[in-house]
């Protein structure tokens, strides 16, 4: 008998050597797979461990970018200090040139870094104050930049402020803020914020108690106190706010001293006229450069007589020197050279005088302006200093065009009386003025002049319209309309807002702190 033996042992040979085969490839495949595992953990450790240090050196570069910025804004904080302390120091107390550099320290007093100042100072007529601060660290590897723009708010900062209980009746229409430290009757439309400084004040004209800012436009106000006012956008569209903190119109006395010096040195000062007063008229802008770089003076001889229907009477018996503040024989078209003025020759070809380097034109008595400047900015004060009776104060009076021929803030002009700013009898029906006005002791506006106010075929009782571009400041209350219905029918008044901060020159401050227009940071 057979036996199957050699099968048997060729199958466990074949067995025996699939085994051994099989278990060296898995061994292999472990060894690769462990070779890739460690290949991409090391990579990732790499990765991960440099992404960290980029991480760190982003953080630490991040503190240090952090901590110059905070001592450039170090800087700035620095010099609003030093403003409010030397309001007109630029030097930084020095006269050493820019920059000026200062030491950083923390409160144990270890050097951290330095900031470097460098100011530009207002132009003229401007009180904008840029302030440029550099922070770097003590290791000189990072710097910060920031700039801040500083700047002292003028009078201007509003459209109208008044000393006085206020009407402004229907049909005036006003851009720019209102604020009163007297009550305020307001028919007309407010295209910003009416403020007064009254929480309810007795209005004169009808004996009423109202609210400190109201309106008897329908439905009536009138004897309401109640809090809160109604809402009445149709009329304040941007609302009504009373009390508020009162304007010091006090100091405005003083600035008119300090104008009076002004002109004295870099500006121009002129004396009494002995006669009625002065005429100033700026020259349209010649065709070399566009600038109005000079003005005429005209020596006003003789005024225009009053008509006796004119008739001073009614609401005329309370106001201090009414007339006609009107030179005789002047229209709009014909505004200077007649038989009633002189001419006042100036150092120019032309018999004009050139607009002071200062900008300040002071005047020791009446004055009558008109005309239009370019590129040129300009305060006229008309004054009697040391007068105390009203009766001699001087005032100036517009009865036709004062035009600026730019009116993106390089034209300015600034009118300031002792007294009064007039709108004469003999104004034209419709004309602008362009300009700051400014009645420290009186009021601007127009005298009243009663419905038979008549010259021939000319009606001097109504006006058509009153458009300025400004402001208005006035210690006793405005008006060019009465409510009879003579002197302007419509009135619009147009704030400047390039008058806040760009005031025209030497012009009465809102205060006497800067405050913060602007901030940037320049790198």
């Not at 067995?15 to 060894?31: N, Q």
């Not at 007297?182 to 295209?191: C, E, Q, T, V, W």
């Not at 008119?256 to 040195?265: F, G, K, R, S």
């Not at 008739?311 to 200077?336: E, F, M, P, R, V």
Request: charged share 15%; aromatic share 10%; with cysteine.
């Amino acid at each position: 008998m057979k036996t199957n033996h050699p099968k048997i042992g060729v199958v466990e040979s074949r067995s025996s050597g699939s085994v051994r085969s099989k278990s060296a490839r898995s061994s292999g495949d472990i060894l690769v797979s462990v070779l890739v595992f460690a290949a991409i953990a090391i990579t990732m450790i790499i990765g991960l461990v440099n992404w960290g240090a980029v991480l760190l050196r982003s953080i630490r570069n991040v503190a240090a970018r952090e901590q110059a910025f905070q001592i450039a804004e170090a800087g700035v904080d620095y010099y609003q200090w030093h403003l409010a302390q030397s309001p007109n120091d630029y030097k930084d107390g020095t006269t050493t040139p820019q920059p000026y550099v200062h030491k950083f320290f923390d409160r144990d007093g270890n050097l951290l870094g330095t900031y470097s100042l460098t100011i530009t100072p207002p132009p003229v007529g401007s009180t904008i104050v840029k302030i440029v601060s550099v922070g770097a660290l003590a290791s000189g590897t990072v710097s910060r930049t920031v700039q801040e723009t500083l700047a002292i708010p003028s009078l201007a900062r509003f459209a109208v402020v008044a000393n006085d209980n206020m009407n402004f009746g229907a049909g005036t229409t006003v851009f720019g803020p209102i604020q009163s430290n007297g009550g305020i009757h307001f028919d007309g439309l407010a295209n910003n914020l009416v403020s007064s400084a009254m929480s309810t004040y007795t209005d004169p004209d009808d004996g009423s108690t109202d609210y400190g800012v109201y309106t008897t436009a329908s439905p009536s106000e009138r004897n309401q106190t109640s809090l809160p006012a109604p809402s009445r956008p149709g009329i304040f569209t941007s609302g009504r706010q009373f009390p508020v903190p009162s304007f010091p119109f006090g100091g405005l006395a003083a600035n008119l001293n300090q104008l009076q010096l002004l002109a004295e040195n870099g500006g121009k000062e002129w004396t009494t006229s002995n006669s009625q007063g002065y005429h100033i008229v700026f020259e349209t802008p010649n065709s070399q450069n566009g600038n109005a770089t000079s003005y005429f003076m005209y020596k006003v001889t003789a005024l225009q007589a009053t008509p006796n229907n004119c008739g001073k009477d009614g609401t005329a018996q309370s106001q201090t020197q009414w007339g006609t503040w009107s030179i005789k024989g002047l229209t709009g078209s014909n505004n200077s050279g007649n038989s009633n003025e002189t001419t006042v020759n100036g150092p120019n070809p032309d018999h004009s005088w050139p607009i002071p380097g200062n900008g300040v034109i002071f005047v020791d008595d009446d004055i009558w302006v008109d005309g239009t400047v370019s590129n040129a900015r300009i305060t006229i004060a008309a004054g009697i200093i040391g007068s105390s009776n009203p009766d001699n104060y001087s005032n100036i009076t517009i009865n036709t065009n004062l035009r600026y021929t730019n009116t993106n803030g390089n034209d300015v002009i600034g009118l300031i009386a002792q007294g009064n700013i007039n709108s004469g009898m003999v104004s034209d029906d419709t004309y602008e003025i362009d300009a700051a006005l400014v009645a420290e002791n009186g009021r601007v506006g127009r005298y009243y002049y009663n419905g038979n106010c008549t010259v021939g075929s000319n009606d001097y009782s109504q006006r058509n319209s009153l458009t300025l571009l400004g402001m208005i400041a006035t210690a006793i209350r405005y008006g060019f309309a009465y409510s009879d219905g003579t002197g302007y029918d419509i009135r619009n008044i147009n704030y400047d807002a390039n008058l806040l901060y760009a005031p025209p020159p030497s012009f009465p401050q809102a205060t006497t702190q800067y405050q913060v227009i602007s901030w940037q940071q320049l790198n």
